[in-house]
């Protein structure tokens, strides 16, 4: 199982970003896939799942700013995120089977 991802970078409020999880050694229709975010000085937190099926939750301070989606033909997971706002501020991770991610930067300037 390996999960590589890209996107990120430097953006002010507002703005958006995408965030690409290419994923291999297994198929979306096996795992939930988990995007996670921690902030300076703060605990990782969950931000948004995707089942087996397809369902998505997402955390309440990003529902409707953030959308995730898969491409099954290319094995990527994406985290689409419109309206930053600068406590989106943080290193991003996706996750599947106990499996990270290496982790992109996202920062949001005022």
């Known amino acids: 199982v390996q999960l590589v991802q890209s996107g990120g970078g430097l953006v002010q409020a507002g703005e958006s970003l995408r965030l690409s999880c290419v994923v291999s050694g297994f198929t979306f229709d096996e795992v939930a896939i988990g995007w996670f975010r921690q902030a300076p000085g703060k605990d990782r937190e969950g931000v948004s799942c995707i089942t087996m099926g397809g369902n998505v939750n997402y955390i309440g301070s990003v529902r409707g700013r953030f959308t995730v989606s898969r491409d099954s033909a290319k094995g990527t997971v994406y985290l689409q995120m419109d309206n930053l706002k600068p406590e989106d501020t943080a290193v991003y991770y996706c996750?599947?089977?106990?499996?990270w991610g290496q982790g992109t930067q996202v920062t949001v300037s005022s």
């Open positions: 996750r599947a089977l106990g499996v």
